[in-house]
T-cell receptor
């Protein structure tokens, strides 16, 4: 295990539901990332947090809302999603002061019905 | 911004043969090139990386080469085994303290046939 834990591992939700994805890292890192992984596409960076501050938002629709209460926890709040949002959502972390080596969680497989 | 192209998208090799996956990048400022392996249903894991101050790096059966002039880098797996079957992603970025994004290729699905 890499020390990055994501819950839940699988999630099925309707388009009107509200749900949250959780990521926790035990590596002492201070930068955390959300990625979306769809079939036959590169990993798409969604959000970046450094020292709890959001530094990147790659034109992500507002139906995805990140939250980083501290350097160890990262959430992705979901509401009124679309079927095309079905994908694997991966969290990663790294040491902000170190090399750009990112450690990934196992992901949450999201299905939007 | 950085753009990373990865080829081939799928690759099948016989067990024991070698496999080569190639990537090109666009931003000459990039100086860090990691390779991740993602087995089915599992997380991407870093298997090897290279920085722009070296041209080649080896770790047992895995090697990565970098040509800065041509802006391409390659992953070489020798004596392939069935457990090498996975999707491999290359990435490029500038590395150092600060907020730097990894730009990933689309991935190569490697199948090693016993």
């Amino acid at each position: 295990e890499t020390g990055v834990t994501q819950t839940p591992r699988h999630l099925v939700m309707g388009m009107t539901n509200k749900k949250s994805l959780k990521c926790e890292q035990h590596l002492g890192h201070n930068a955390m990332y959300w990625y979306k992984q769809s079939a036959k596409k590169p990993l798409e960076l969604m959000f970046v947090y450094n020292f709890k501050e959001q530094t990147e938002n790659n034109s992500v629709p507002s139906r995805f809302s990140p939250e980083c209460p501290n350097s160890s926890h990262l959430f992705l709040h979901l509401h009124t999603l679309q079927p095309e949002d079905s994908a694997l959502y991966l969290c990663a972390s790294r040491d902000f002061e170190g090399a750009n080596i990112q450690y990934f969680g196992a992901g949450t497989r999201l299905s939007v019905l | 911004g950085e753009n990373v192209e990865q080829h081939p998208s799928t690759l099948s090799v016989q067990e024991g043969d070698s496999a080569v996956i190639k990537c090109t990048y666009s931003d000459s400022a990039s100086n860090y090139f990691p390779w991740y392996k993602q087995e089915l249903g599992k997380r991407p894991q870093l298997i090897i990386d290279i920085r722009s101050n070296v041209g080649e790096k080896k770790d047992q059966r895995i090697a990565v080469t970098l040509n800065k002039t041509a802006k391409h880098f390659s992953l070489h797996i020798t004596e392939t085994q069935p457990e090498d079957s996975a999707v491999y992603f290359c990435a490029a970025s500038f590395s150092g303290a600060g907020s730097y994004q990894l730009t990933f290729g689309k991935g190569t699905k490697l199948s090693v046939i016993p």
